[in-house]
Nanobody
């Protein structure tokens, strides 16, 4: 069983920055592929970013490419999402997720992930 706890959400003005963190426990962290997803009110959950076990491969949704950066610290069992140049349309609950399966590349689909955090709210004001 893997436990994931997100933190770092909040209210920020458009153009501002936030860094989300997700601390994992219950399994050796380097065996987990990690992803970030988000869900805005009235919308389906969508992929944001993913990172491979060793951090060497990352993927981003087109909507955040160039503004968001996913990273991980395997010594601290933590994955991060640095969000810059935030826009009101980035407002959502952000979830981190863990995939215990070995895949040739990080998955960009929610159904591939086995464990989810409780989510952290990010609100970007105009």
């Amino acid at each position: 069983q893997v436990q994931l706890v997100e933190s770092g959400g909040g209210l920020v003005q458009a153009g501002g920055s936030l860094r989300l963190s997700c601390a994992a426990s219950g399994r050796t962290f380097i065996t987990l592929t990690m992803g970030w997803f988000r869900q805005a009110p009235g919308k389906e959950r969508e992929f944001v970013a993913a990172i491979s076990r060793n951090g060497g491969t990352t993927y981003y949704a087109d909507s955040v490419k160039g503004r968001f950066t996913i990273s991980r610290d395997n010594a601290k069992n933590t994955v991060y999402l640095q969000m810059n140049t935030l826009k009101p349309e980035d407002t959502a609950v952000y979830y981190c997720a863990a995939d215990i399966n070995f895949r040739p590349s990080p998955a960009r689909w929610g159904y591939a992930y086995d464990y989810w955090g409780q989510g952290t709210q990010v609100t970007v004001s105009p």
